[in-house]
């Protein structure tokens, strides 16, 4: 070791391997300039055709993490290549920490090494990964209800300014989308039936049935999708973000619930907007329907006189009690797959495709119940 303008300089301060084999660490020094660089292939061309090794710990005087990330990451690669591994030489003082750091325990296994999985075993992932979601679905769902009857209970608590600022991202800002797709699905819907209705000549009845689709299925349904692809996927965003960034542990860390404090402004914003964008769709779609009914030389008044006397009250008011629940899901759905985000590159996208697929399923599944409950009340 050599001295040169205030600073320590070495050579042996890396690990380097002996002639007998040995992989040495050498003593940490403070202020001390390294120079060169050095390669764990190095050490693994010294050792090749060897079928163990052993590393010399015995000069360390401390072990921080750069140390301890360098010792494991010699061991797996010499593992990796089946070279076993010894220690020697530990310090008393260190072996409690080192102990808890074997060789081999982080070893990332290559995928060729992996073992095959069987079908039994897929099958037994694949259905715990859906009791835990399933666990975590209903504690969400209960600790979600407690929050809102509290907010219910007492106003004053709730975050108004976060909920109308959402009320304006999911909403407001949805509108001109939502319309768009209304008036396309009326316009389209009147064109598919006209063609047939035309063989019969009952052209008329076009009307009749873009009101009662609009207005009782397509309306809520289609504003609900696009919510879910739109606003849910944003909800699963925002809140990934954080999970990720650990806000949210910050937040349980501040005692302030994650739940109260980001979900449930979230969540009434998006009951109370979905049903006045189904609103605007349902009248965008009829009024696509009137399109296609003036291009068959029809007159608007026949239109309207159709349309009034088909519907009735609880028509729409069956569509916006659906469009109120599709709400609540998806905005649920969305907050709840935000939460789940695990860490990693990729996991923010995989929780925003989570929440947008299990928002559709869900509203798919919960549209049936109402058909069916629709049914059987004669609604």
């Known amino acids: 070791m050599s001295k040169s303008n205030g600073t320590a300089t070495t050579q042996g301060a890396l690990p380097h391997v002996e002639e007998d084999g040995r992989i040495v660490f050498p003593p940490q020094v403070e202020d001390v300039a390294l120079k060169g660089a050095w390669d764990p292939q190095d050490i693994l061309a010294r050792l090749q055709g060897k079928s163990a090794a052993t590393i010399d710990l015995g000069a360390l005087k401390s072990v921080d993490g750069a140390t301890l990330a360098l010792l494991l990451h010699i061991e797996n690669s010499l593992l990796s290549r089946q070279i076993s591994v010894h220690r020697e030489n530990i310090p008393d003082g260190l072996a409690p920490i080192l102990a808890q750091f074997p060789p081999g325990r982080y070893r990332e296994e290559d995928a060729e090494d992996a073992h095959p999985v069987s079908i039994l075993e897929q099958l037994g992932r694949a259905t715990s990964g859906m009791l835990t979601d399933l666990k975590d679905q209903v504690a969400f769902i209960g600790e979600l209800t407690w929050y809102l009857v509290a907010a219910m209970k007492n106003p004053r608590k709730l975050r108004w300014r976060d909920a109308l600022r959402t009320a304006e991202t999911a909403g407001v800002d949805a509108l001109p989308i939502v319309v768009l797709i209304g008036f396309l699905i009326g316009l389209i819907m009147a064109f598919q039936a006209a063609i047939p209705m035309r063989q019969f000549g009952t052209e008329i009845f076009v009307a009749n049935l873009v009101a009662l689709s609009m207005l009782r299925e397509l309306g809520p349904l289609m504003t609900a999708i696009v919510l879910a692809g739109r606003s849910g996927s944003a909800f699963a965003a925002e809140l990934g973000t954080m999970k990720v960034n650990e806000e949210i542990a910050a937040l349980n860390t501040m005692g302030l619930e994650p739940v109260r404090f980001l979900v449930v402004p979230r969540v009434i914003a998006a009951v109370f907007m979905v049903p006045f964008l189904t609103v605007f769709a349902m009248l965008a779609g009829l009024l696509g329907g009137l399109v296609v009914f003036l291009s068959m030389g029809l007159p608007t008044v026949v239109y309207i006189n159709q349309v009034t006397d088909q519907i ?39 929780s925003t495709t989570r929440s947008v697929v299990s928002a559709i399923v869900l509203i798919a599944v919960t549209d049936g119940i109402f058909a069916v409950l629709f049914y059987c009340l004669g609604i």
């Open 312 to 350: 009735v009250l609880m028509d729409p008011v069956g569509g916006l009690i659906k469009a109120m629940v599709f709400g609540l899901l998806v905005a649920g759905v969305g907050c709840l797959r935000g939460l789940q985000t695990r860490t990693g590159a990729s996991a923010v996208g995989e």
